[in-house]
C-alpha cells in the first residue's frame, strides 16, 4: 500500500504529543511474534515499527496485544497512539480516572473484558476510587449521567438529539461543562470502535489479564492466509483462489467504467443506497455464542438488552438518511471538536485519513493493484449500516466488490462485535494474508468511530445554535 499523501486542513498541525499508550503496570510479552513480511513493506518498516514499540514500552512500561497486532501497520500504529495519548494522558478537561471510568464503561456496552480489565487496572493506577469498580452505581451521579449518550452511541447513535446534549450540560450540582462533553464523546466512541477492533481480530487478554473472550483467529502475525493455517485443500483452496480473481476482475470492470464516464442520475444513486440499506436488514450472524455477561462488565451496564437495531426495517418508521454532506467531518466536526479541545480534532482527522488512504498496492498474491476503490466500498458500507449516505458514492460498487461473507463480518464487528466468530473470520477472502483482514478491521475501527461522532457532534451544533 502506498504511503498515504494526506493534506491536513488549513492552520492544523502535525501532532507533537508523542506517541505510547501511557502508563500501564509492568511489561509482559504477548507471547506473539511479531513479522511485517505479511504484506508490509520491509524497507524501513522493521525499524519504525521497533522504534514505535520501544517509545511504548519506555513511556507505558508495557506494550499489549492490541498495539501487537496494529503493529503490523506502524504508520497507523503511530497515529493510534498519539491520539489515543492525548485523551488519555495529556491535558484536558476531565481528571485522568474519570477518563479510564469512561473507557470502562464505553467497553462495557459491548461486553470487552479485555478493555474493561486494563482500564479498570489504569483507573486505580492514577488515583481512582477502587469502591467505583463495583459497580456503575457506585459511581459519582455526573458519571452516571453519561449511561444513556453511552448507550445510544455504542448501539444506536442517529437517536441521539440535542436534547441528549441540553440534558447534561444543564446547570446543577452534577451537570458537564461543554468541553468535558466533548472529550467524553471522543473517548466512548473511541472505545466503542476499539471493542469492534479487539473482537474483530480476536484478541486475547495479556498474561497478568483474567477473562477475554473465545473468539481467537489464527496469529495475524504469520506470513499466511486463514486457507494456509486451516490447510485448505481441494476444491476448498480453488474456490478460495477463485474468489480472489473474480474481485479483481470486478474491480477492473468498475474501473473501465468509470474511465468511460456512464453517467449515473442523481435519483438512481439515492435508489441504490436505500437497496443497499435494505439488503443490509439480510446480513446478520447467526446468533449462536453464549453471550451471558461475565460479572466485572455487567456491573458497569444498565439496559444491557439495549443494542444495535437495524437503521431501517419495514413495517417501522425509519429516521431519515444522514445525507454525509449536510454535516461533513471535514467542514463541522473537526473545527468544532478542534474549538472545545484543542488538537484533538488534527489527530483525529490524521488518523481518519492515514488509514482511509493506507495501501501496500497488494490484494492476496497479486501486487500493483490499486485497491482505492475496494476501501472506499468498505468505508462506506460501514457508515450505511449506520443510515448515512454520500450523494456522490455509487452504492452498487458495494455489492460489486463485497461478497455476503465479507458483509456478514463487516457488520458484525462494526454493529455487535461481541457475536464475532473465528468462522467469520476465516470465511470472508480466505487467500487474504492476515495483515490485510487486520487492516480491515482499522478500516471498520475509524469508520464507525466517525460515523458515531457524527450524529453526535451533530447534536452538540445543534444544541449550541
Given at each position: 500500500?502506498?504511503?498515504?499523501?494526506?493534506?491536513?486542513?488549513?492552520?492544523?498541525?502535525?501532532?507533537?504529543?508523542?506517541?505510547?499508550?501511557?502508563?500501564?503496570?509492568?511489561?509482559?510479552?504477548?507471547?506473539?511474534?511479531?513479522?511485517?513480511?505479511?504484506?508490509?513493506?520491509?524497507?524501513?518498516?522493521?525499524?519504525?515499527?521497533?522504534?514505535?514499540?520501544?517509545?511504548?514500552?519506555?513511556?507505558?512500561?508495557?506494550?499489549?496485544?492490541?498495539?501487537?497486532?496494529?503493529?503490523?501497520?506502524?504508520?497507523?500504529?503511530?497515529?493510534?497512539?498519539?491520539?489515543?495519548?492525548?485523551?488519555?494522558?495529556?491535558?484536558?478537561?476531565?481528571?485522568?480516572?474519570?477518563?479510564?471510568?469512561?473507557?470502562?464503561?464505553?467497553?462495557?456496552?459491548?461486553?470487552?473484558?479485555?478493555?474493561?480489565?486494563?482500564?479498570?487496572?489504569?483507573?486505580?493506577?492514577?488515583?481512582?476510587?477502587?469502591?467505583?469498580l463495583q459497580g456503575l452505581h457506585c459511581a459519582p451521579q455526573k458519571l452516571r449521567n453519561l449511561n444513556e449518550i453511552n448507550k445510544l452511541l455504542a448501539h444506536r447513535p442517529w437517536l441521539i438529539t440535542k436534547e441528549h446534549i441540553e440534558a447534561l450540560l444543564k446547570t446543577g450540582e452534577n451537570s458537564w461543562s461543554l468541553a468535558e462533553l466533548v472529550q467524553a464523546l471522543v473517548l466512548l466512541t473511541h472505545y466503542h470502535s476499539l471493542a469492534s477492533f479487539v473482537f474483530g481480530c480476536g484478541i486475547n487478554p495479556e498474561e497478568e489479564q483474567d477473562g477475554g473472550h473465545s473468539c481467537q483467529p489464527p496469529s495475524p502475525h504469520s506470513n499466511s492466509s486463514p486457507a494456509c493455517d486451516d490447510s485448505m485443500g481441494g476444491s476448498g483452496g480453488k474456490d478460495a483462489m477463485r474468489e480472489v480473481e473474480v474481485l479483481m476482475e470486478r474491480m477492473k470492470l468498475l474501473q473501465e467504467s468509470q474511465l468511460e464516464e456512464e453517467g449515473v442520475t442523481q435519483e438512481e444513486m439515492a435508489t441504490r443506497f436505500e437497496l443497499e440499506k435494505t439488503e443490509s436488514l439480510l446480513v446478520a450472524p447467526a446468533d449462536i455464542a453464549d453471550h451471558s455477561l461475565q460479572s466485572n462488565v455487567l456491573c458497569f451496564v444498565e439496559d444491557p438488552e439495549f443494542g444495535y437495531k437495524d437503521f431501517t426495517r419495514r413495517g417501522e418508521q425509519a429516521p431519515p438518511t444522514f445525507r454525509a454532506q449536510d454535516y461533513t467531518w471535514e467542514d463541522h466536526g473537526y473545527s468544532l471538536i478542534n474549538r472545545l479541545y484543542p488538537d484533538v480534532g488534527q489527530l483525529l482527522d490524521e488518523k481518519f485519513q492515514v488509514v482511509y488512504n493506507l495501501t501496500y498496492n497488494t490484494i492476496a498474491m497479486h501486487c500493483g493493484v490499486d485497491t482505492s476503490m475496494l476501501r472506499r466500498a468498505i468505508w462506506n458500507y460501514v457508515h450505511c449500516v449506520f443510515g448515512i449516505r454520500y450523494d456522490d458514492y455509487d452504492y452498487g460498487e458495494v455489492n460489486q466488490l463485497l461478497e455476503r461473507s465479507l458483509k456478514i463480518y463487516i457488520k458484525t464487528v462494526a454493529c455487535y462485535p461481541e457475536k464475532t466468530t473465528k468462522r467469520m473470520y476465516t470465511n470472508f477472502w480466505r487467500h487474504f494474508k492476515h495483515s490485510e483482514k487486520v487492516h480491515i478491521n482499522l478500516l471498520l475501527l475509524e469508520a464507525r468511530m466517525q460515523a458515531a461522532l457524527l450524529y453526535a457532534l451533530r447534536a452538540v451544533t445543534r444544541y449550541m445554535t
Amino acid at each position: 500500500m502506498e504511503t498515504p499523501g494526506h493534506p491536513l486542513p488549513p492552520g492544523a498541525r502535525r501532532g507533537e504529543q508523542g506517541s505510547g499508550g501511557g502508563r500501564r503496570c509492568p511489561f509482559r510479552a504477548a507471547g506473539r511474534r511479531l513479522s511485517t513480511s505479511d504484506g508490509v513493506p520491509q524497507e524501513g518498516a522493521e525499524g519504525s515499527l521497533r522504534q514505535l514499540l520501544i517509545e511504548a514500552f519506555v513511556s507505558a512500561g508495557r506494550v499489549d496485544n492490541v498495539a501487537m497486532v496494529m503493529g503490523l501497520h506502524p504508520q497507523y500504529l503511530s497515529s493510534f497512539w498519539k491520539t489515543q495519548y492525548l485523551l488519555l494522558r495529556m491535558d484536558g478537561p476531565l481528571p485522568y480516572h474519570k477518563r479510564h471510568y469512561i473507557a470502562i464503561m464505553a467497553a462495557a456496552r459491548h461486553q470487552c473484558s479485555y478493555l474493561v480489565g486494563l482500564h479498570m487496572g489504569e483507573f486505580l493506577q492514577v488515583g481512582g476510587n477502587p469502591a467505583w469498580l463495583q459497580g456503575l452505581h457506585c459511581a459519582p451521579q455526573k458519571l452516571r449521567n453519561l449511561n444513556e449518550i453511552n448507550k445510544l452511541l455504542a448501539h444506536r447513535p442517529w437517536l441521539i438529539t440535542k436534547e441528549h446534549i441540553e440534558a447534561l450540560l444543564k446547570t446543577g450540582e452534577n451537570s458537564w461543562s461543554l468541553a468535558e462533553l466533548v472529550q467524553a464523546l471522543v473517548l466512548l466512541t473511541h472505545y466503542h470502535s476499539l471493542a469492534s477492533f479487539v473482537f474483530g481480530c480476536g484478541i486475547n487478554p495479556e498474561e497478568e489479564q483474567d477473562g477475554g473472550h473465545s473468539c481467537q483467529p489464527p496469529s495475524p502475525h504469520s506470513n499466511s492466509s486463514p486457507a494456509c493455517d486451516d490447510s485448505m485443500g481441494g476444491s476448498g483452496g480453488k474456490d478460495a483462489m477463485r474468489e480472489v480473481e473474480v474481485l479483481m476482475e470486478r474491480m477492473k470492470l468498475l474501473q473501465e467504467s468509470q474511465l468511460e464516464e456512464e453517467g449515473v442520475t442523481q435519483e438512481e444513486m439515492a435508489t441504490r443506497f436505500e437497496l443497499e440499506k435494505t439488503e443490509s436488514l439480510l446480513v446478520a450472524p447467526a446468533d449462536i455464542a453464549d453471550h451471558s455477561l461475565q460479572s466485572n462488565v455487567l456491573c458497569f451496564v444498565e439496559d444491557p438488552e439495549f443494542g444495535y437495531k437495524d437503521f431501517t426495517r419495514r413495517g417501522e418508521q425509519a429516521p431519515p438518511t444522514f445525507r454525509a454532506q449536510d454535516y461533513t467531518w471535514e467542514d463541522h466536526g473537526y473545527s468544532l471538536i478542534n474549538r472545545l479541545y484543542p488538537d484533538v480534532g488534527q489527530l483525529l482527522d490524521e488518523k481518519f485519513q492515514v488509514v482511509y488512504n493506507l495501501t501496500y498496492n497488494t490484494i492476496a498474491m497479486h501486487c500493483g493493484v490499486d485497491t482505492s476503490m475496494l476501501r472506499r466500498a468498505i468505508w462506506n458500507y460501514v457508515h450505511c449500516v449506520f443510515g448515512i449516505r454520500y450523494d456522490d458514492y455509487d452504492y452498487g460498487e458495494v455489492n460489486q466488490l463485497l461478497e455476503r461473507s465479507l458483509k456478514i463480518y463487516i457488520k458484525t464487528v462494526a454493529c455487535y462485535p461481541e457475536k464475532t466468530t473465528k468462522r467469520m473470520y476465516t470465511n470472508f477472502w480466505r487467500h487474504f494474508k492476515h495483515s490485510e483482514k487486520v487492516h480491515i478491521n482499522l478500516l471498520l475501527l475509524e469508520a464507525r468511530m466517525q460515523a458515531a461522532l457524527l450524529y453526535a457532534l451533530r447534536a452538540v451544533t445543534r444544541y449550541m445554535t
